[in-house]
């Protein structure tokens, strides 16, 4: 089994144009993930892949959405998966998901490769 926990949402918004970074502190037994990934899901619409780290050799992955404006990072020593966004657009407003997988990443993020998630964290941008 593999925790995760999110965190550096929350309920106060940022505003477009700024920037924020997500966290994520993965526990138990990691060494069977091989994807770490971020995924968002706005009100009323499905979640979707916003970015994805292999773990062994840091290859990333990210949806067109946030290309050039995210970055997904991680520290494997300390079992820490990050998000750093900017440029952030009321779009941006979801609710951030921590993700783990035990296949390898793609350019394609499907939900069901990944078997563990994180409880999620708030990001609200306002315009």
């Known amino acids: 089994q593999v925790q995760l926990v999110e965190s550096g949402g929350g309920s106060v918004p940022v505003q477009a144009g700024g920037s924020l970074r997500l966290s994520c502190a993965a526990s138990?037994?990691?060494?069977?993930?091989?994807?770490m990934g971020w995924f968002r899901q706005a009100p009323g619409k499905e979640r979707e892949g916003v970015a994805t780290i292999y773990r062994f050799d840091g290859t990333t992955y990210y949806s067109d959405s946030v290309k050039g404006r995210f970055t997904i990072s991680q520290d494997t020593a300390k079992n820490m998966l990050y998000l750093q966004m900017i440029s952030l657009k009321p779009e941006d407003t979801a609710e951030y998901y921590c993700a783990a997988g035990l296949y390898g990443c793609g350019p394609v993020m499907t939900e069901n490769r990944f078997r563990y998630w994180g409880q999620g964290t708030q990001v609200t941008v306002s315009a």
């Open positions: 138990g037994y990691t060494i069977s993930t091989r994807c």
